[in-house]
């Protein structure tokens, strides 16, 4: 069985079939999984980067029978029963389970993939933590940036990841940087939250959302509902009804599409570019194949569609780890049958709202407790949950921040390359060492067609 | 008072200027201080980049007679008593204290800057680091690549640092990596250590150097000792004697210059172009100007030079604050006497060496909790404390490394950039974010004349 991408869905199966000893090769671009929940926090320099991604092969280390492979997935080779991958030698399967999730959506605004922040992937958080940090270096250094409004942070879009983060952005200047910076005036500093709906946190109760707003506001987060983006420039965002924000700093938090891996197998696809499954996650046309988590359109058997969430990838990286088992015991599929948990968000410090399967809604310090709680528990890793726990910790008593450095690092000018290989592989110019250091960070873009 | 560096040296004169409410502005490029002793262990995926690294702001945020800048020193106007930084407004001064550091040295080995690894900033840390793995992972997916010794690490120079990180390449090999990778022949790897002398750990006892010497060689390094590099090319590297190693990954840890920052001034300097500095640490023909640390030339009283130690570089920092408060007082300068407290280097796991000033020498198990103990107590920041507690915890119960992820935050292909100033800063094309961002990485090889 062969498993594209390292996530909760793909991390999910992966293990569950080497429980019932079948030889798996799992493939992902990065050589670690991330905890997307809590990336938020590496971007806004309450975590470090090794908190939320933890080794792959850390994952099996003592399951022989899962292999890993970091590549990217080019294509798929229907006769040969093959995936191809980047610079590297093909690798074939018997079953297939695409897992490999989504990727930042720019709907097409002009500017928005040129000028904006995302923030879905290790390097992105880091990117953004870096930049937000050294604009307020700048304006330390020139105070004529100040009234130049580069302390103006937009984030676009108010689902969860741009609640989340522009109420961590909103913290992280008033706690902590306000005290670091002796001579700069922070109050000129803004965050402003722009939604295009005229809600916050649409899959939330009315309640949750006046809560989430009212809580963002009293942080002192500018929310502008039922505002568009029409255009990210360089030095500004500008709205659809004409207005526009000076900023140096947007992040992008508007919505996802599926990974593009969704667009090389010729199967149908669905809204966001999402594979085309049935009731037993199998790809139509395809039964040796799944789709599994956010790449994935699942229907939600009441006309709708399940939405692309961790606890909808695991439950069917599971599910399609147990009907291949099915077929290998020669018993019929099953159907998928998804189990909603609930959903929560946080806001802040000591803010958050939580809203249980069973209909109970909680809101402020206890839904901020179960938050905790929760991903503490989801968290990959011993060491990962104790590192959290000693940053939460500390960033809770003291209001400081300890991973606030300014440091990325950039590959050499002339890295050493791997030049041996297959004439054709040298052709094609990418040793796999080569496709590992674009899978890292801004080459996603670079290279997007 | 002005002082150009964050290092140990740096901040020791800061903490003691405030104390006697002297204003002081301190500059470095980065925005934190970094603890160098444990810098390799950053390469080798045992610790957190924000463990060894510790926001100046944050070591400064209750003491606010201490401003921070960050941005890289280009020249002093000696009219003006100004010092100058790159893409901002010059700092006036009326005492200035010199603590830059050092640099790697190449000392000019045909190669060694273009294709091998420095380790001496965060930065260079995680490219060794993310390199290292990635070949890993190229040699994984393309088993002739192991055929082709892109598994042969290279660390070029057999003191404290080549040693260390020699001892802990091996081990993450050994240990980690070994039980990572399941179909990779990992045994094929090797780690030479090259020197250039006839001994490792030069300043050391014969008995130390003997012992460190025995241990590496059990633990697998393959050590050269009499070995002089000729030439680094992209994949080998010559020496002198003629022969030559297959190698994609060469670490340089031969030897440190001064900061380019000694070479501004027009003063004196003395051997790896140290600042020539009097017996009270100013700067000849200048007695306002004191330089401290790796980037001064110290006498030691007996006509050879300091060694370039972190102890130095603080008790350098104190006195030079000292004299400048008995200027302010009145009193006569005093002549700088050094302590030397000793010194020790770490091999591996349970093994170090270490000479005290007593003269006792210790070595093993006990140096090696001794090495422990010490570096947590110098560390910077409690929570750094902390979080490096848990991660040697971890290590050593587990024998696993949790922060062995390949992930670089490269600067956006298209990131806004600050386009605004004056229209000089804009002909010199460097905003202050700029200079930031070249300060943090590659770019110091690349703006280096």
């Known amino acids: 069985v062969v498993i594209v991408g390292a996530g909760f869905g793909g991390l999910a199966a992966a293990r569950r079939l080497d429980k019932q000893h079948v030889d798996v090769t799992l493939i992902d671009r990065h050589n670690y999984h991330t905890f997307l929940p809590l990336l938020y926090q590496v971007s806004t320099a309450g975590l470090n980067a ?6 792959v092969r850390g994952v099996f280390r003592k399951r022989r029978r899962v292999l890993f492979r970091q590549g990217r997935v080019t294509g798929i080779d229907w006769q040969g029963q093959q995936v191809r991958i980047e610079g590297a030698d093909p690798v074939s399967f018997d079953k297939l389970i695409l897992a490999a999730g989504s990727a930042t959506n720019y709907f097409g605004v002009p500017g928005a993939k040129e000028h904006s922040f995302p923030l879905y992937t290790l390097p992105d958080a880091l990117r953004v933590r870096n930049h937000l940090l050294s604009l307020f270096e700048a304006a330390d250094t020139r105070p004529d940036l100040v009234a130049d409004r580069v302390l103006n942070f937009v984030v676009v879009g108010g689902g969860a990841t741009g609640v989340e983060v522009s109420g961590a952005i909103v913290e992280l200047i008033e706690k902590v940087l306000r005290r670091d910076f002796h001579d700069l005036d922070v109050s000129a500093a803004r965050v402003i939250l722009v939604e295009r709906s005229d809600t916050l946190l649409g899959p939330f109760s009315q309640k949750s959302r006046d809560y989430a707003l009212a809580q963002l506001r009293k942080k002192g987060v500018d929310v502008r509902l039922g505002t568009t983006v029409a255009e990210v420039a360089e030095d500004c965002v500008r709205f659809a009804d004409g207005g526009s924000v000076p900023t140096r700093m947007v992040v ?6 599926a990974d593009r891996l969704a667009g090389v197998g010729g199967w149908g696809q669905g809204p966001g570019g999402r594979i085309t499954v049935g009731p037993d996650l199998a790809v139509e046309g395809h039964p040796d194949v799944f789709a599994i988590g956010d790449i994935a359109d699942i229907d939600n058997g009441a006309g709708g569609r399940l939405p692309q969430l961790a606890q909808v990838a695991l439950q069917g990286g599971k599910f399609a780890a147990k009907q291949i088992l099915r077929d290998l015991a020669g018993e019929p599929r099953q159907v998928f049958r998804y189990r909603d948990k609930g959903t929560m968000a ?7 709202v939580a809203e249980l399967a069973g209909g109970a809604k909680l809101k402020g310090f206890i839904a901020w407790l179960a938050w905790l709680m929760l991903h503490l528990v989801y968290l990959v ?19 400081d921040r300890g991973p606030r450095l300014i440091v990325a690092a950039e590959p050499m000018p002339s890295r050493p ?3 041996a290989g297959t004439p054709q592989e040298r052709a094609i110019g990418a040793g796999p060492e080569q496709a590992a250091s674009t899978a890292t960070a801004a080459g996603d873009e670079a290279t997007e067609p």
């Not at 992008?252 to 599409?257: D, F, M, S, Y």
């Not at 946080?346 to 958050?352: D, F, H, K, L, S």
């Not at 890793?381 to 209001?399: D, I, K």
Request: hydrophobic share 45%; proline share 2%; aromatic share 14%.
């Open 50 to 55: 090794a908190d939320v991604g933890y080794p």
């Open 252 to 257: 992008w938090a508007a919505g996802i599409q």
């Open 346 to 352: 946080t806001i802040g410090r000591r803010a958050a």
């Open 381 to 399: 890793g011993m060491r990962n949950r104790m590192s959290v726990l000693v940053n939460w910790g500390w960033n809770y008593l003291t209001w």
């Open 417 to 419: 390359q791997l030049t």
